[in-house]
């Protein structure tokens, strides 16, 4: 048992415990915080896989920015609960019963098709991967017109984010 | 041969399609401006056009005669060339063809002239001007017709004018088709004519067929050079085709056993009777025979049966004829006689003289048509005197009374004549002239040329012989017969009293052909022999033997004592004591002889019960029981449309509704069923098309796992 | 370092969880949040072998995911604010009308 399997087991159980209260929480509120701690969590995962910039990223974007926004239409609709009962009753078992499924599989896939994957890799890894410069030379360099097409496609989001909100204006 | 023929061919001859054109052009004219035209101008272009034609003729004889008679022919236009068949148009200019060109040319322009009077108050008279121009279109249509017959060089361009006369007949016959008994008359009388003539072109066409079939062609040329040979080879279908041809004849030439449409057609205006019906369409059998002379020559006893038939239809006809009181239909009966004379000549090999007697009687009984036409003419306008008078002072009911009677009036009636002679002089004396030349009296025409044909009968065929002498007896007892009653004693009618004579351009005509039928007989006087020495060119080209006999003094004597002898009984009869009103006919002391004479033997009654009433029979039997009950109930209705109802019904309700219609609806039917389960799938909730992704994704690693 | 499947299975585990998450839960919202952590599953696996292979290319594309990501919460969350306008429900059983 090293250090860094009891922190990965600690911190994967956090992570699971996060996603399963996600889940089962009934307040939509819990239920949005519980994945900002998930999210944390991964953040933290980032850092020991030797990505500090994506980690931060993960913190800005998802916890900060995309989980604020979800918190605000949360508050904005006032529906932090449903009511009435389940009209799909055999839904929620079938999923269950599928997502052991796949569980299995994954698990028969990850066991006993033995890959290159079980292999630890390099121990040491440069001083500067995972940082903002060779994530800027990465980006601006090799993957410059993806970059490119990201900021429209976000552009896009954006007009089509006032379209749908001005279409509400103009109905009521 | 032909190629001799054509290398001599002058331009002169060229000419001779013009002899088509000329009357072609003229009825065009007609057709297309006459509406526009004054009747005067009408009857000009069209005796114009008939005239030219005539002018044609004269130039070919006088090129003829500078050819010294060789026969020329001239190709026109190609026409049909299939296989071995080879038909054209082609003029074939000989002595024969030009004595009927001529002929036919002369008379027909003289008649087109007397038409231009006569038609003028005959479309008057039966109440329709419009038909003037159509009746000239007809006759010059017709004289095309006829000179495509005469001058065509083969058995096709014959037939093409010989079926073209028969229509030109049967157009000109029912000319007023709306007048006649019962309004339908004159149509029936061109429908019989027609009729008539289809049963002998049936033979003639028999005739060319057999006649292709045995050599190989249809032009003269060829087939008169191997008649010879082919005789020799194949008597029975040279037979065959004589007889064929004969019956031909026996249609157009009006003999028996088809002569029976003639007096019928008298039904037609008399321009038409003169021009058609006696001098020119008519002879075209007579024609026939002589132009194919090579192919009788061959066969006695073909030869022997056209005299015989044509030796009986003389003598039958004339005794038809002493019974008539219609002036046109003695006439009629009179022109089938002297037909039965000319066919009786060329079947017996006289050729010449069975041409020469069809030239004279052109003139001569085209003479006697027309001054008919005049003296019928002559009573109508008497009629139409009386009629007019009485209007102006008798009471009303009278005069209803006598219209009734003048309604019923016929003026064709000899009955109703008499003492014509002074009321319509020109007429009398060339309607005499034309009499004692058909009756046989010296020096006139008809005398020469009847004279001939019992002269070459004597020699050749006795039997005939004695038949011609017999219908001479009686030609010429009619002929007294009919002038007496015309024109001698009392006017017996009020229309006779004031009949009146013919304009002159009507007796001009008759003026010309009176000198005609005179001097006629000029053409073959006896010793110089001028027509035969004419047409042998023509005969002796295919070896056919012309024998002109020495002059008879004892037949010539005869025959002349005959005639005068009986021209002597009809006056006994009739011009010693002429007939008075409403009195009954001397002959009618002959009993049933005179009965049958007056009902034409009743020819027309026993083919009626032989043949048409048998024929109507057949044909209600095909109708009612072949065609309606057998065709119509059964077979059409029982067993086609039942079957096919029945298969139709299997069709419809098996086939269809039960296959076809049950395939396309259990497809319908499956689609909506699988529809109606795929239906419940879509349940709208968003977590289910989820969670079917979601098990296609456990399903395909699954899949995968076990791979 | 740890094995890569390690994280690979934590990867697999969370995304199921998500994925079960978007199957069972009927609010929108929380159905949306489910979708969110099984691409952060995804994104996980990425940075784990983008560690492995020792490449950047496994890391850049986490930026993409991201960005996509922002696009498709501004986007969707629009949307269901539109929708609880138009319907005033964020049931997703709710909004059935596309059942045959």
């Known amino acids: ?57 993960q913190i800005t974007v998802y916890t900060g920015a995309i989980m604020v926004l979800f918190l605000f239409v949360i508050m904005l609709l006032g529906v932090e609960k449903l009511s009435g009962q389940d009209k799909l009753s055999w839904q929620v078992p079938t999923a269950l019963t599928l997502g052991a499924l796949l569980l299995l599989e994954s698990g028969y896939f990850l066991i006993f098709r033995r890959t290159p994957l079980e292999m630890s890799g390099t121990q040491s890894i440069p001083e500067a991967f995972g940082g903002p410069s ?15 097409i990201a900021g429209v496609l976000l552009l896009v989001a954006m007009v089509g984010v006032i379209a749908l909100t001005k279409w509400e204006k103009g109905r009521s | ?132 121009r159509r009746f000239f279109v007809f006759l010059n249509l017709f004289i095309v017709m006829m000179m495509i017959l005469v001058t065509g060089d083969s058995y096709a361009m014959l037939f093409v004018g010989w079926e073209g006369v028969g229509l030109c007949s049967y157009l000109l016959i029912g000319f007023w088709y709306d007048k006649g008994e019962g309004g339908i008359g004159n149509a029936l009388a061109a429908k019989k004519a027609f009729v ?96 194919s002379a090579p192919i009788f020559v061959q066969l006695p006893q073909a030869q022997n049966t056209v005299a015989m038939v044509g030796g009986l239809t003389a003598l039958f006809a004339a005794t038809i004829a002493v019974g008539q009181f219609d002036i046109k239909k003695v006439l009629a009966y009179s022109t089938i006689s002297q037909l039965g004379f000319m066919v009786a000549a060329v079947g017996m090999g006289a050729f010449v003289a069975g041409m020469f007697h069809l030239v ?143 304009p002159p351009v009507m007796t001009i005509p008759l003026i010309i052909l009176a000198i005609l039928a005179f001097f006629g007989g000029a053409l073959n006087l006896p010793g110089l022999h001028t027509f035969e020495h004419w047409l042998e060119h023509t005969f002796m080209a295919f070896e056919v033997e012309l024998e002109a006999l020495p002059f008879s003094i004892p037949v010539a004597t005869l025959s002349t004592i005959l005639a005068l002898a009986s021209i002597t009984g009809a006056w006994a009869l009739y011009g010693r004591k002429p007939l008075q009103k409403k009195q009954p006919d001397p002959l009618r002391k002959l009993g049933w002889l005179f009965t049958g004479m007056e009902n034409k033997w009743w020819v027309d009654e026993i083919y ?22 057998f065709w119509h109930d059964w077979f059409h209705e029982k067993v086609i449309l039942a079957t096919f109802n029945s298969l139709s019904r299997l069709l419809a309700l098996r086939v269809d509704l039960g296959g076809i219609d049950r395939i396309a609806n259990g497809l319908a039917d499956g689609t909506q069923a699988l ?24 399903v395909i690693i699954g899949y995968l796992m076990f791979r | 370092m740890l094995p890569v499947t390690y994280y690979v299975a934590l990867s697999a585990i969370l995304f199921i969880l998500g994925a079960v998450g978007v199957l069972i839960r009927r609010n929108l919202i929380v159905i949306f949040m489910s979708v969110e952590l099984m691409l952060n599953a995804a994104n996980l696996a990425f940075v784990a072998f983008a560690r492995y292979y020792q490449s950047m290319s496994g890391q850049v594309f986490v930026f993409f995911v991201m960005a996509v990501a922002a696009a498709e919460v501004a986007v969707g969350l629009s949307l269901i604010v539109a929708i609880y306008r138009a319907r005033h429900t964020i049931n997703v059983d709710d909004l059935s009308e596309m059942k045959g």
């Open chain 1, 1 to 57: 048992m090293t250090l860094d399997l009891i922190l990965f087991l600690l911190l994967a159980v956090i992570a699971v415990a996060a996603a399963v209260g996600m889940l089962v929480s009934k307040n939509t509120v819990h239920a949005a915080l519980f994945l900002v701690l998930n999210f944390a969590t991964i953040a933290v995962f980032y850092l020991i896989l030797g990505g500090p910039f994506i980690s931060m990223a």
């Open chain 1, 134 to 148: 060779a994530v800027a030379d990465a980006l601006f360099q090799h993957y410059a017109l993806p970059v490119e």
């Open chain 2, 1 to 132: 041969m032909l190629l001799s023929e054509v290398s001599t061919t002058s331009t002169l001859f060229q000419l001779i399609p013009w002899i088509v054109f000329f009357p072609a052009i003229g009825l065009l004219i007609n057709i297309i401006f006459g509406g526009r035209m004054s009747e005067k101008a009408i009857g000009a272009v069209a005796s114009l056009a008939s005239g030219l034609a005539f002018g044609i003729a004269v130039l070919m004889a006088i090129g003829l005669a500078q050819n010294h008679g060789e026969p020329v022919v001239v190709p026109f236009l190609e026409w049909i060339h299939i296989g071995d068949l080879q038909l054209d148009w082609t003029f074939r200019v000989d002595t024969l063809s030009n004595v009927m060109t001529l002929a036919v040319t002369l008379v027909g322009t003289l008649i087109h002239i007397y038409a231009i009077g006569y038609m003028h108050e005959d479309v008057r008279h039966q109440g329709d001007p419009g038909r003037y």
């Open chain 2, 196 to 291: 008539a003539n289809r049963v002998g072109d049936f033979g003639f066409l028999v005739a060319m067929f057999l006649t292709f079939w045995a050599f190989g062609s249809l032009d003269f040329a060829n087939v008169f050079e191997k008649a010879p040979e082919i005789a020799q080879t194949m008597p029975g279908v040279v037979l065959a085709i004589t007889l064929f041809m004969l019956l031909g004849v026996t249609g157009k030439s009006a003999q028996i056993p088809l002569y029976v449409w003639l007096p019928d057609a008298m039904a037609g205006p008399t321009p038409v009777s003169a021009l058609i019906h006696a001098a020119t369409m008519v002879t075209a059998g007579v024609y026939l025979v002589a132009r």
């Open chain 2, 360 to 502: 004279t009687h052109a003139f001569f009984k085209a003479l006697l048509f027309l001054s008919a036409g005049s003296v019928i003419q002559g009573m109508e306008r008497g009629e139409h005197h009386v009629a007019h008078h009485q209007q102006d002072d008798l009471h009303a009911a009278r005069r209803k009374k006598k219209q009734k009677e003048a309604h019923t009036f016929d003026p064709q009636d000899m009955r109703n004549m008499g003492g014509l002679r002074t009321k319509m002089p020109v007429t009398f004396w060339v309607y005499l002239t034309g009499a004692v030349a058909l009756a046989g009296v010296p020096p006139l025409a008809g005398f020469w040329s009847k004279d001939e044909i019992l002269l070459e009968a004597s020699h050749l065929n006795m039997p005939v012989y004695i038949l011609l002498t017999l219908a001479a007896i009686l030609t010429a007892f009619y002929m007294g017969r009919q002038i007496f009653m015309v024109f001698f004693g009392e006017t017996r009618t009020a229309p006779a009293e004031h009949a009146e004579e013919s």
């Open chain 2, 608 to 629: 009626w019960f032989l043949i048409l009433d048998r024929y109507v029979d057949l044909a209600w039997f095909l109708a009612d029981e072949v065609d309606w009950r």
């Open chain 2, 675 to 698: 529809a109606a389960c795929m239906r419940r799938l879509q349940t709208g909730f968003v977590r289910n098309y989820a969670l079917s992704v979601f098990v296609g994704v456990v």
